[in-house]
């Protein structure tokens, strides 16, 4: 069975300070990675996807991908009580053509004003 | 830009009846549609990917004949919740993707309480 694994938290962290989210996977043949932010009661909104080795940026957030370890991970920099939700890693699994995804069971994170 | 718009946002009905559940890409063709389940503090599990104008794919365990997709247009996917029993109650997800790109755009999801 191919598996996201994340921690399920709650990860609290003081306003301003980093939220560090992590996500590992089990499929070595994985393309796509995204992270998806999930407030409660409303569906998944895309943060960031990330396609290859390495850092990617977009505004606060940072997502790094380590194919090699099968893992990706998320940092938010000088985070706000805004960001508080669940925050959902997805992957498209190798030779899944219409490109469906797996859902980690998400990371619910806190920031504490 | 990649708008998918989902409707009714909640639905309350009778055990026994049926309800169908849209799904529309508002600015993008959707060449496939994805429809989810949510339960309470679980993550999304997906229920069947649908390609325009083929037959949806069901993921093991979901039923075909009780949760009935069409996706008869490039905009357009519809879920059927058909006799439904208060185990559907639940929250329906659908998301879209075009043709090429492998992100998932979702739509506001569907609370469905069956009495």
């Known amino acids: 069975q191919k598996e996201v694994e994340q921690n399920s938290g709650p990860l609290s962290v003081p306003e301003g300070a980093i939220a560090s989210l992590n996500c590992t996977y089990s499929d070595r043949g994985s393309q796509s990675f995204f992270w998806y932010r999930q407030y409660s009661g409303k569906s998944p909104e895309l943060i960031m996807s990330?396609?290859?080795?390495g850092d990617k940026e977009d505004g606060r957030f940072t997502a790094q991908l380590n194919k090699a370890s099968q893992y990706v991970s998320l940092l938010i920099r000088d985070s706000q009580p805004s960001d508080s939700a669940t925050y959902l890693c997805?992957?498209?699994?190798?030779?899944?053509?219409?490109?469906?995804?797996?859902f980690g069971k998400g990371t619910k994170l806190s920031v504490i004003p | 830009g990649a708008v998918v718009s989902q409707h009714p946002s909640w639905v309350i009905c009778k055990s026994g009846t049926s309800v169908k559940i849209e799904c529309r890409s508002l600015?993008?063709?959707?060449?496939?549609m994805f429809w989810y389940r949510q339960f309470p503090k679980q993550s999304l599990m997906l229920m069947a990917t649908?390609?325009?104008?083929?037959?949806?794919?069901?993921e093991q365990g979901v039923e075909k004949d009780k949760f009935l997709i069409n996706h008869a247009s490039l905009t357009l996917s519809t879920l059927t919740v058909t006799s439904a029993h208060p185990e559907d109650s639940s929250f329906y997800i659908c998301s879209a993707r075009t043709s090429g790109r492998p992100i998932q755009y979702f739509g506001a999801g569907t609370r469905l309480s069956v009495l």
């Open positions: 990330i396609y290859s080795n």
């Open positions: 997805a992957v498209t699994l190798s030779g899944a053509g219409s490109y469906q995804l797996t």
């Open positions: 649908s390609n325009e104008g083929s037959k949806a794919t069901y």
């Open positions: 600015d993008f063709q959707a060449t496939t």
